[in-house]
């Protein structure tokens, strides 16, 4: 209630900001929205302005109207494939590595000993470069001298992990999570440690065991980090890419929309109006969902 | 929420008293089991990583024999002094923190602003602003590539910043588009914090005159600390392992960042996993580095419990 009048009070006042005030806010405020626009914004437009057109790179630019877009559903093999991988890859992160996350940050914020140690094992994989992931996992995973297979002991008929075009997709998922896991991990921990402790207690001395503790004090106030781990795992599977391109260049089983992009943009057909017009429907389909994210958070806000 | 929160602690008067009570004994019957989970699961997080360098100390000629998972008869650096001198490391080292540093920098202080204005300032169309950033990160990188290439070509520098004369091919232009490309995420998350720090303090601050600027540089932006600390981290790792922006706005390869040099390390030497093994860790040991160095602040800054005022 008080902090509701100061508000209200604030907003009264005609002169909040001096023009030496407004002059810091036009700065600091006009740079990066200009910056912003240059390089996300403008170039995104002008995107969904080539889809609707045929270019090579270099010549002419005619318009062809939607025709990219009715070859891209009709006549494009591989772009149901990626539809339904995009959408694989956002089940398996969402329903798998990032409730693990979860999990991991629970267990560890349970104050045992070693935690760190714990919590920095698990971050690792995060900061790796993924020239380091796709390489690790054709030492893994390879049929040669791979580890797997190696300790499976099948080295007379080692299985193709990588090469199998029904088992990489699983194989790149894995790969995908085991960085997921501790981003999520790392950023559940930081909401956890800003849970009031005594909120727990309050629970405890009604008697509630740990789980409903969980469930029914923590998680509801981990609210603001659900959001941004539910956007970011989202995103993270729609943008897919460095994996599968390090290990076949996303052919043979791991096609994805932004691999199919990159073939048509910068491959040797350079077919731009083309890729642009499968870059729209993912844009599209990202948009959606960072939407209905903000949509709800803006309703969170208002609510409180 | 601060204000729900308050009013619980409130509310609940038993609670000061507790606070000097010994800490409730905890269930020991789970506690084992814990450990026992996550020590499997550290193992087979960790795993990848120690064959990595398992295998990049040991010569090819016996992983190609024995296999990656077999007992050594060898180990040594020698591959590492190979990978480092072949490929011209340092150089490219050099490249990546040319560009890594100020556009961490720049990202976050920009972001902290926007985030400030957004949060905690109350400006008209602060929502807008918000949305406006926060969706123009999460737009894939696919789609921006073709016209932010060809708007590169066209932007002439003076020599002395670039010796292509245009922003292509340039450091800044893959400062630039990192910097507006990451600010998004950073405006998001910092927003998210800002909003859980106490209006009283800002307010006191204003009646004292504060203006603006004060109430970002001074009072805000060290109450982020913890937040600023983990995003850096985040920042500075994503900066670093981002090959895509390199690889199609610098055409000169003596200007490719680090991540680049493995690229071309995997191209000379694609038949020896092992020297490659060797450069993969050398290139993942800075940020791994980094993050352990800057956990201890980042932990530091979250136990201290700034959203308490």
């Known amino acids: 209630m008080p902090q509701n009048t100061a508000r209200r009070a604030g907003r009264r006042t005609t002169r909040r900001f001096t023009r030496r005030d407004i002059a810091v806010l036009g700065a600091l405020l006009g740079l990066p929205v200009l910056l912003d626009v240059l390089i996300v914004w403008g170039p995104a437009l002008a995107s969904v302005g080539l889809s609707f057109t045929s270019w090579d790179g270099i010549g002419d630019i005619h318009w062809v109207g939607g025709d990219n877009y009715e070859n891209l559903v009709q006549d494009y093999p591989a772009f149901w494939p990626a539809v339904r991988h995009n959408l694989l890859w956002i089940a398996f992160l969402g329903l798998v590595a990032t409730p693990f996350g979860l999990l991991l940050a629970v267990l560890i914020d349970r104050g045992i000993r070693f935690s760190r140690f714990y919590q ?24 040669d001298q791979g580890v797997v297979n190696t300790v499976l002991g099948n080295e007379q ?27 999520v991990m790392i950023l559940y921990l930081a909401g956890l440690k800003s849970v009031d402790p005594e909120l727990k207690e309050a629970a405890a001395i009604d008697g509630a065991n740990e789980r409903q503790t969980f469930f029914r004090v923590t998680f509801p106030t981990l609210r603001p980090v659900n959001v941004i781990v539910g956007v970011i795992t989202v995103i993270e599977a729609l943008r897919a890419f460095d994996i599968v391109y390090a290990v076949n260049k996303g052919r043979n089983g791991l096609e994805l929309l932004s691999v199919l992009i990159t073939d048509n943009i910068i491959g040797e057909a350079s077919r731009i109006g083309f890729g642009s017009a499968i870059a729209v429907v993912l844009l599209g389909v990202s948009l959606g969902f960072i939407v209905t994210f903000l949509v709800q958070e803006l309703r969170g806000a208002r609510e409180k | 929420m601060t204000a729900d929160l308050k009013s619980t602690t409130r509310a609940g008067d038993v609670t000061p008293s507790l606070r000097g009570a010994a800490p409730r004994p905890r269930p020991r019957r789970g506690r084992y089991g814990v450990h026992l989970f996550l020590s499997a699961v550290c193992l087979a997080f960790v795993a990848p990583l120690l064959l990595a360098v398992y295998a990049s100390l040991r010569p090819y000629e016996e992983t190609a024999r024995d296999g990656y998972f077999s007992w050594p008869d060898k180990l040594s650096f020698a591959y590492y002094r190979e990978a480092y001198t072949a490929s011209g490391m340092g150089k490219y080292f050099t490249n990546t923190l040319i560009i890594a540093v100020p556009a961490v920098l720049v990202t976050l202080f920009l972001a902290a602003f926007v985030a400030f204005a957004v949060s905690r300032l109350n400006i008209r169309g602060g929502l807008a602003l918000l949305m406006f950033f926060t969706a123009g990160n999460l737009l894939p990188p696919q789609v921006l590539v073709t016209p932010l290439y060809v708007l590169f070509l066209k932007v002439d520098l003076p020599w002395w910043m670039s010796d292509s004369m245009t922003l292509y091919d340039s450091y800044w232009a893959v400062i630039l588009v990192n910097i507006g490309f990451q600010v998004g995420f950073c405006v998001f998350v910092l927003s998210q914090f800002m909003r859980t720090l106490p209006k009283e303090i800002l307010e006191a601050a204003v009646v004292d005159g504060a203006g603006v600027w004060t109430q970002f540089w001074r009072i805000t932006l060290p109450l982020c600390r ?30 490719l960042p680090i ?39 980042f932990i530091a800054g979250l136990t201290l419990g700034s959203s308490k005022g």
């Open chain 1, 157 to 183: 008929d080692p299985v193709d992990w990588l090469g199998d075009s029904d088992i990489n997709l699983w194989m790149m998922m894995l790969a995908a999570s085991w960085r997921h896991t501790g981003y």
């Open chain 2, 259 to 297: 991540t680049s040099s493995l690229n071309n390390l995997r191209g000379q030497f694609f038949t020896d996993y092992n020297l490659l093994a060797a450069g993969s860790v050398l290139v993942a040991l800075p940020t791994i580095l980094v993050f352990l160095l800057l956990q201890r602040h």
């Open chain 1, 120 to 143: 920095s094992v698990i971050y690792l994989p995060v900061v790796l470069s993924l020239a380091v992931v796709g390489f690790m996992a054709q030492l893994l995973l390879g049929t």
């Open chain 2, 226 to 255: 913890p937040a600023l600390a983990a995003l850096a981290t985040l920042e500075f790792t994503w900066i670093y392992n981002d090959f895509l922006w390199a690889l199609i706005f610098i055409s000169n390869p003596d200007k």
